[in-house]
Structures are given as structure tokens and as C-alpha cells.
């Protein structure tokens, strides 16, 4: 997935010269994720650039560099370290376009690694991503495959419109099936990891069907992707697997057509739970399909605790929550 | 400066017992005031270093006071901008037409025409000099009291009303509270109510014209109070790492509503000095005197446009109103501070700057007020067709969903249907 994040960057850099590229240590070291290795070389300082260590000032001089016109690219090192920065973001990037009325527009795309799995305690595993969802005027992307990476990169970085990027980091080298005891395979033996050559952009706002079923839908993005799909897999569950790769706007359409069909629905991400944006999708499949449904919604997440560190793999929504909660809806 | 606490005289005691300080401005309401302590230096003393000098040059000047007019009314000194007079007669006039506007949409405020206004009263130099000073399509990021930026630069004063009033005529389509305007065509950046935002946007924006070999340059103004964000350091951080074509302008108009400066930090230094400890040319100028602002911003604006960094700029002034119309400021502060402050009346120091001179008089001064007064009339008369705060001649209420994002997702679509259906219910012979 790194590769593909660092192809998506390199590909908008070489057709934009708006698109530029900032964040602490991204430049001349080219990531500490690897992710802008070689483009401050390619694309030189003024496109490519370390910053200060101040969150507030890497979004905020994006703003401005977004009102002269540039279509700034900034990264903050881990999702745990937005918050500096969240001012600039919901007061700010979020509401230029309405409070100005279209005059000035904030067409940035802030790029950071999120999610546990990696044993980085508190600060290094949070998934924020329901503070962003619950802004009006940003769009929340998440991808959880190279391909979806890449696609989903570009269109981001081509929207006019503010878009947080989150990259689950697990999942930067390898899909991730919850089996934390076992081998990780690296990307290559996966089908998704197979990424188009050259410029090709996913439309934001759109799910991707993972695998067809008819016995029940999950709802899953990021890391949990891959896990929900282990478990369904092993337990021979014929589920209907989304990867929403969008969670604003919101790919409903998707989300009911599914749910319409299978009656029953689990809502699976690793963020702490209560109002975490699994409980706005819960509501808003109980709201719509109803009288579709057979069994209550249920949420498979992340505990209401700061991320730990050396109980990772309990706090962990793995195999055996998930599990639980596929039985629980289909024996209902 | 108020003064500052001294040590305990315990030391060498064990364990003397702590102390905190927390700052008290000299007057209260009823107090007697007397601003004698205040360090005002003598007009044309202060020296001039060249524009692209070494910012460790103008050290004295974050401390000393950039003045040009003097107690004679005369330009003095090597920071006389050495304007003519037609210049100064424009800086006059449109010093006047912000005050006459501010006088006026402060009364329609208490004749419920509209919810909110803020005045710049005594201020009105830190934006219209500035202004003036600056390329018009140079970029500001203004706070709220820059209201003289839009009316040097021509925007109409209409349009000004339409958005004060939030009604049909409204630019910004009612969405935002009075005062917080926005013109990109006047170079003028959207007006934000989180404080000091604005400012690493600006230097994000001058970093963006540096990038791209453009020659406009980026300005940005914000109260003394709103120093005290950690948006101002990182705006600060980042105009000197990158050597950004930004001017920071420090509004120190001694009080942030009812705080005084300093519980901004100004009790042990000047707002100017701050620009030392980040490397950055730093002048404090006299905010009431018209000529030193304008030579002060001319001074940084060339210095950032020659690449050699940005500047940050303290303007000394005091505010001579309530902080808007919803605060009473005799419930914290001496009524007598107005006409005491040492630094007089920015209008009326360049107004007698130009008698001084024998170019101008206290006729033309009448009816030039006069003038000022009839045209934010007529503008006021021809915004009211438009409507006032409240009276249905608001937006379409479709308006409030639009611009959220570029373009209308699903939600905001079941939503502004909900609106609509709500609207005829609530207001069915609208």
C-alpha cells in the first residue's frame, strides 16, 4: 500500500504543479512511513517540503496555500497527532467554502496513517475518524487495499473539497486477518494489491462489494476489512462483505440495497464505540430498513478505553468479537 | 506597560511561600487615570534601517515607538513617509468614512435592524494606512476591526450593509454573523470568529506566492489578545522558517473584551518583541499616528517583497469602544481612559497634520464628516431594500445547504427537502 500511496503522490505531482506536498519529515527522509520516498528529489523543495513539528501550522498554511490556489497535500506523521491541528480543520478548512459562500475553497487532502494492530499503545493506534465525520464540509476517506489506495488518493487530491486520508498503517505492508500469531502476508499474494500502472482515480462516495452473500451484510473499512472477510471465510458465512472506502459521503445506496436483501447487518470498525461512526450507521440502517431487518444491528468495536498497549489483542474487535457478534445476529 | 511583579524578597529562606501573579490592569471603573508611565517617545527619533536588513537590526525598534507626527503636527524624522497631499487627504477621508460607517451600523444595531456590530473606533489607522501602504491585490487575512481594508479598497459600502443586514442582497447569503465579510475580489480573505486562524493561513498563503515566483504578498492583522493562540506561534514559526512574504500586524489596543493586554503577555514585554525570539524583523509603531503605520508597512511590504523575510509589526492604539454591541465596557474599565490616552485621535492627528500644513481646514473637515455621513446614509437606504436582519427577505432556504460541500451529497438533499416541507408548515402564507 505504500507503494501505491507513494505512486498516487508522485502521478498528481507530475500532472498538477498546484499539488504540493508538506508534513514533518516527508521531505528530504521521505516519510516515516516510506510513503514520499524519492518525490522531494523528483519534484524538488518547493513541492516537497518538511515542516516544523506543529500540526496547527501544517494545516493551517495549507489553508491559505489552498486559498492562493495550490492544492496542498499535507501529512500529520500519526491520526493521534491531528488534534493541534483539528482548529484549522473544523473551523476552517471545513466551512471556507460556505462561509464564504464559494469564494475561497480549501481543496486539500491531509494524509495520515491511523489504526492499532501494531502495538503502539495510546498514541500510535487511535482511529479518529468519527470527529471528522461528524464536521460539515469534510470528506473522510479511508482505503483498505493498494488499488483502492491509489484510486481513492487521486480523487482525493483532485476534490475540491477538504479530505482527511486516513491509511491504515497495519495494513501498509500487508493485509491483516486479526490473526495476530500468525504470519502477516506481504501485499503481493493478495488480488488487490495489483495496481494499475499510470493515473486512474475511484470515485469518492462509492462502497466496494468485497464478496457477495445473502446471509448477512457487514459493514467494515480500513484493517477490519480484511479481518471481517478472515472470519466470514473461516466460518463459512455466506456474508455480504462492503468496504465502505468512503464514510462521507456515504455510499447508501449500497448500504441498503445489501441490507434490503440480506436482513441482518453487523457494523464492524476498530474505533472505540460510543458515538464512534459505526452507532451513525446502525441508526441509519434501522432508519431505513426497518422493516427489512430480522435480527437487531449489531457493532462489533474497538472498547470505550484509550488504545493499551500491552493488552492490544484484547481490546482488539478480532475473530472472536466478530465471531460472537455473526452468531448472535444469525441465531436471532 | 502596567508593572510587573517584583521577586518575593524571600530568597535564601527555606522554602519561602509561592506567590501567584495574576495581572491587574491600572484602572478600574471610577479610577482616576493617569497614563504618565507610559514610555512615549519623541516623534522622528527612532532610526530607519534598510528594508532588507538583518532582523537583529530593528531590536530597538520592538521596544522604542515608530512615530511620525509630532506634537507640533508635523512629520518628523527618517520614518516621514513623505506623502503628498492628495495622499493624505484620500488616508483622511477614508478614515472618516469607517468611522461614520461604524456610527451608523452601531445605531442600526440598537434600532434591531440587524443582531451585532463591532466598531474600530480610534483604530481606524491600522487598517487604512496599512492599506494603503500594501498593493491592492496584495492579500489580507484580517480579524474582525479591519473594516477600513474594505473601504480603502473600494468595496462597496452596500454590499457592506447587505451582509451586516443578512438579507437577500447578502453576498454571503445570511450564512454569517455581521462583520465577518469576505471579497476575494479585493483581495480580502474570509473573516473567521475563531481567533487568530487567520494568521498561519496568511503565511501559508505568502509561502504559496513565493512558491509560484509570484510578487504579491500576504498580510495579517489580529488583536493583541489573540497573540495568546497557539495559532500566532505557528504563523510565526512558519513565516520564518520558510523566510515567508508576510506581514503579522499586532492590533494592541490594550484590551481583549475585558482583559487587559496584559493577560496577553504584555506586562513583561511589547507585543513587537516577539518577533526577536523567532529571528524576525520586529517594529512597534504609534497606531494613532496615520504616517508611522503607513511607513511601517511600506517598510515591511518592500522587505517582503525583496525576499528578505517577514515582518511583525505592533500597532500601539488603544480601543476607544466597547469590544461590539453586546459588551458595556464601564463595567471594566475607566470611562476616563478614552480621553487620556497619550496618543490622541488618528483622524484628528492627521487631520491637523494637513491644517498644519496649509492643506486643509476645519470647513473642508466639516464637510468632509458631512459627506461621509450622507454617503453610508444613502448606502444604508438603498441596503434596506434589500431587507433587514429578519424580515423574510432572506435567502432561498435552499441556500443554507448549498456550499457545504462543491457539490450536494445525499444527505444534505433529504435534508433541505425536510426544510422546505417545514417551511410550509411554519410559515404558510410566506
Not at chain 1, 491504515?168 to 504470519?183: A, H, L, Q, T
Not at chain 1, 466460518?235 to 464514510?247: N, P
Not at chain 2, 509561592?18 to 516623534?43: C, M, N, Q, T, Y
Not at chain 2, 524583523?281 to 511601517?296: E, H, S
Request: include cysteine; charged fraction near 25%; hydrophobic fraction near 40%.
Amino acid at each position: 500500500m505504500i507503494e501505491a500511496i507513494n505512486d498516487a503522490l508522485d502521478i498528481m505531482l507530475s500532472h498538477d504543479p498546484s499539488v504540493i506536498i508538506m508534513g514533518e519529515d516527508v521531505g528530504y527522509f521521505g516519510g516515516v512511513f516510506r510513503c514520499t520516498a524519492g518525490l522531494q528529489e523528483k519534484y524538488g523543495k518547493t513541492r516537497v517540503f518538511d515542516t516544523p513539528i506543529n500540526e496547527c501550522g501544517i494545516i493551517g498554511a495549507a489553508v491559505g496555500m489552498g486559498a492562493y490556489g495550490l492544492r496542498p497535500v499535507p501529512e500529520i506523521q500519526f491520526a493521534d497527532y491531528i488534534y493541534p491541528g483539528l482548529d484549522q480543520l473544523i473551523s476552517e478548512a471545513a466551512r471556507l467554502r460556505y462561509r464564504s459562500a464559494g469564494e475561497f475553497i480549501a481543496p486539500m487532502t491531509v494524509r495520515s496513517p491511523f489504526g492499532g494492530g501494531i502495538f503502539g499503545g495510546q498514541t500510535h493506534s487511535q482511529s479518529p475518524e468519527a470527529l471528522f465525520t461528524h464536521v460539515a464540509g469534510l470528506k473522510t476517506v479511508i482505503p483498505s487495499t493498494p488499488h483502492d489506495a491509489k484510486g481513492l488518493l487521486i480523487a482525493s487530491i483532485e476534490d475540491d473539497d477538504p479530505v482527511i486520508f486516513f491509511e491504515p498503517k497495519r495494513i501498509y505492508n500487508g493485509p491483516f486477518n486479526g490473526y495476530y500469531d500468525k504470519p502477516v502476508e506481504p501485499w503481493k499474494k493478495h488480488p488487490d494489491s495489483k495496481v494499475p500502472e499510470g493515473y486512474y482515480s475511484i470515485p469518492l462516495g462509492k462502497a466496494r462489494t468485497v464478496r457477495e452473500g445473502d446471509a448477512i451484510t457487514i459493514l467494515a473499512y480500513g484493517t477490519m476489512v480484511h479481518v471481517v472477510d478472515a472470519v466470514a471465510r473461516e466460518k463459512g458465512v455466506d456474508a455480504e462483505i462492503l468496504d465502505l472506502r468512503t464514510l462521507v459521503p456515504l455510499d447508501i445506496e449500497a448500504i441498503e440495497a445489501s441490507v434490503e436483501k440480506t436482513g441482518r447487518c453487523l457494523i464492524v470498525h476498530e474505533a472505540t464505540r460510543t458515538s464512534g461512526f459505526g452507532a451513525e450507521l446502525s441508526a441509519l440502517v434501522t432508519e431505513r430498513c426497518f422493516y427489512h431487518l430480522e435480527a437487531p444491528v449489531e457493532r462489533v468495536t474497538g472498547f470505550d478505553t484509550p488504545y493499551p498497549h500491552s493488552l492490544e489483542w484484547a481490546y482488539f474487535p478480532g475473530p472472536v468479537r466478530i465471531g460472537e457478534a455473526i452468531d448472535k445476529i444469525l441465531e436471532a | 506597560m502596567a508593572d510587573r511583579p517584583n521577586g518575593t524578597g524571600n530568597a535564601g529562606h527555606n522554602r519561602p511561600s509561592l506567590r501567584l501573579h495574576v495581572p491587574e490592569p491600572k484602572f478600574r471603573p471610577g479610577d482616576e487615570v493617569d497614563f504618565s508611565h507610559l514610555a512615549i517617545s519623541e516623534a522622528g527619533a527612532q532610526p530607519r534601517p534598510d528594508e532588507t536588513c538583518d532582523p537583529a537590526e530593528t531590536k530597538p525598534l520592538v521596544t522604542d515607538l515608530v512615530r511620525v507626527l509630532g506634537d507640533d503636527n508635523k512629520a518628523h524624522g527618517p520614518w516621514d513617509p513623505r506623502l503628498d497631499a492628495d495622499t493624505m487627504r484620500t488616508m483622511l477621508e477614508k478614515m472618516a468614512l469607517t468611522r461614520a460607517f461604524d456610527e451608523r451600523m452601531y445605531r442600526g444595531q440598537r434600532q434591531g435592524k440587524t443582531s451585532f456590530y463591532m466598531k474600530c473606533t480610534g483604530e481606524e489607522a491600522t487598517s487604512v494606512a496599512a492599506a494603503m501602504a500594501m498593493a491592492s491585490d496584495d492579500m489580507v487575512f484580517p480579524s474582525y476591526r479591519q473594516q477600513g481594508i474594505l473601504i480603502t479598497r473600494g468595496y462597496p459600502l452596500v454590499e457592506m450593509i447587505n451582509q451586516i443586514y443578512s438579507n437577500r442582497g447578502d453576498k454571503l447569503k445570511g450564512r454569517q454573523l455581521p462583520i465577518m465579510y469576505s471579497s476575494r475580489a479585493h483581495s480580502f480573505f474570509t473573516i473567521s470568529g475563531n481567533l487568530a486562524t487567520q494568521t498561519p493561513q496568511a503565511v501559508g498563503w505568502a509561502m504559496a506566492s513565493a512558491m509560484r515566483g509570484d510578487s504579491r504578498i500576504a498580510a495579517t492583522w489580529l488583536g493583541e489578545g489573540s497573540t495568546a493562540e497557539g495559532d500566532f506561534h505557528a504563523a510565526c514559526l512558519f513565516a520564518t522558517v520558510y523566510n515567508a512574504p508576510v506581514i503579522l500586524n499586532v492590533v494592541n489596543n490594550q484590551w481583549a473584551i475585558s482583559s487587559f493586554s496584559g493577560f496577553a503577555g504584555g506586562e513583561r514585554a511589547t507585543f513587537a518583541s516577539r518577533a526577536v525570539g523567532y529571528g524576525m524583523a520586529g517594529l512597534r509603531v504609534d497606531g494613532n499616528d496615520p504616517l508611522a503605520v503607513y511607513a511601517a508597512t511600506a517598510w515591511a511590504a518592500e522587505r517582503a517583497r525583496a525576499n528578505a523575510g517577514p515582518t511583525l509589526i505592533e500597532h500601539f492604539t488603544y480601543r476607544a469602544e466597547g469590544h461590539s454591541t453586546s459588551d458595556d465596557p464601564s463595567a471594566y474599565r475607566s470611562a476616563q481612559e478614552r480621553n487620556e490616552w497619550p496618543l490622541g485621535d488618528p483622524i484628528m492627528r492627521l487631520k491637523d497634520h494637513l491644517i498644519a500644513i496649509g492643506e486643509w481646514d476645519e470647513e473642508r473637515q466639516s464637510a468632509l464628516d458631512l459627506e461621509c455621513a450622507e454617503k453610508v446614509k444613502a448606502a444604508t437606504k438603498d441596503a434596506e431594500k434589500n431587507g433587514i436582519l429578519g424580515h423574510g427577505l432572506h435567502h432561498p432556504f435552499h441556500t443554507m445547504f448549498e456550499d457545504v460541500f462543491e457539490e450536494l451529497p445525499w444527505h444534505l438533499e433529504e435534508q433541505a427537502d425536510q426544510a422546505i416541507r417545514e417551511r410550509k408548515i411554519k410559515w404558510p402564507h410566506a
